[in-house]
Nanobody, 123 residues
Framework: VQLQASGGGLVQAGGSLRLSCAAS????????MGWFRRAPGKEREFVAV????????SYKDSVKGRFTISRDNAKNTVYLQMSSLKPEDTAVYYC?????????????????WGQGTLVTVLQ
């Protein structure tokens, strides 16, 4: 499975972006999927995860109410809608496909990773 993340860019604080993660090679419709991010000088951290059906989600506390993860299994794509962006959201965002169908925040359970897309939020 190859994951291609896109949609990052430069945005003013308070703005919005939508990230996409398109899978190819085989379907990820049976995999839990997630978005993670690595800010400068920090470890990669969980942002949002979704189960295989898109019916269960979980978010990092600091993004709750601002970010929404969703998926379209027909398109083999996962999205992260980000609004009310803050400078502290600046990071490289990675999508991952886990080994199981349930949602998980455990990065060790993720088998496939996209290359990352940079989000920069200006003051």
């Amino acid at each position: 499975v190859q994951l291609q993340a896109s949609g990052g860019g430069l945005v003013q604080a308070g703005g919005s972006l939508r990230l996409s993660c398109a899978a190819s090679g085989r379907t990820t419709s049976n995999n839990g999927m997630g978005w993670f991010r690595r800010a400068p000088g920090k470890e990669r951290e969980f942002v949002a995860v979704v189960d295989w059906r898109g019916s269960m989600t979980s978010y990092k506390d600091s993004v709750k109410g601002r970010f929404t993860i969703s998926r379209d299994n027909a398109k083999n794509t996962v999205y992260l809608q980000m609004s009310s962006l803050k400078p502290e959201d600046t990071a490289v965002y990675y999508c991952g496909a886990s080994l199981s169908s349930v949602m998980t925040t455990d990065q060790s359970r993720y088998r496939y990773w996209g290359q990352g897309t940079l989000v920069t939020v200006l003051q």
